[in-house]
Nanobody, 115 residues
Framework: QVRLVESGGGLVQAGGSLRLSCAASGTIFGSGTMGWYRQGPGKQRELVATISSGGTTNYADSVKGRFTISRDNAWNTVYLQMNSLKPEDTAVYYC?????????WGQGTQVTVSS
C-alpha cells in the first residue's frame, strides 16, 4: 500500500521560503514519478512540479525559477523548496505518486503566504 505524508507547511510572509517534505512508503524503488500538486481557495487542483525516477524535473510556469523539487537517493522522501513565495501560492499542497497506474495522494499540507 502506497502512503504519502506531507509536512512543512505553514504561514510565511511574501518573499519568504518554505520547504515541504513528502515521506513515501510502498512506492517502487527506481520507478514512477513523484510530484507536488496544489489546490488554492476556490480553485482546482493543479500541477506544481514533478520528478521522474531518472531525475527529470518539470514545473508549472507559475513556479518555475522559484520552486525546486528533489528527492533523496532512497526514493523515500521528496522535497519541494519554495522560494520567493507569493500570496497566490497559498494552497493546500499534495504529494503525488504515479507509476503508470493510479495516482496516490497524501493528505495535504497548508501553505499560507501573507502579503
Amino acid at each position: 500500500q502506497v502512503r504519502l505524508v506531507e509536512s512543512g507547511g505553514g504561514l510565511v510572509q511574501a518573499g519568504g521560503s518554505l520547504r515541504l517534505s513528502c515521506a513515501a512508503s510502498g512506492t517502487i524503488f527506481g520507478s514512477g514519478t513523484m510530484g507536488w500538486y496544489r489546490q488554492g481557495p476556490g480553485k482546482q487542483r493543479e500541477l506544481v512540479a514533478t520528478i521522474s525516477s531518472g531525475g527529470t524535473t518539470n514545473y508549472a510556469d507559475s513556479v518555475k525559477g522559484r520552486f525546486t523539487i528533489s528527492r533523496d537517493n532512497a526514493w523515500n522522501t521528496v522535497y519541494l523548496q519554495m522560494n520567493s513565495l507569493k500570496p497566490e501560492d497559498t494552497a493546500v499542497y499534495y504529494c503525488n505518486y504515479n507509476n503508470f497506474g493510479p495516482n496516490y495522494w497524501g493528505q495535504g499540507t497548508q501553505v499560507t503566504v501573507s502579503s
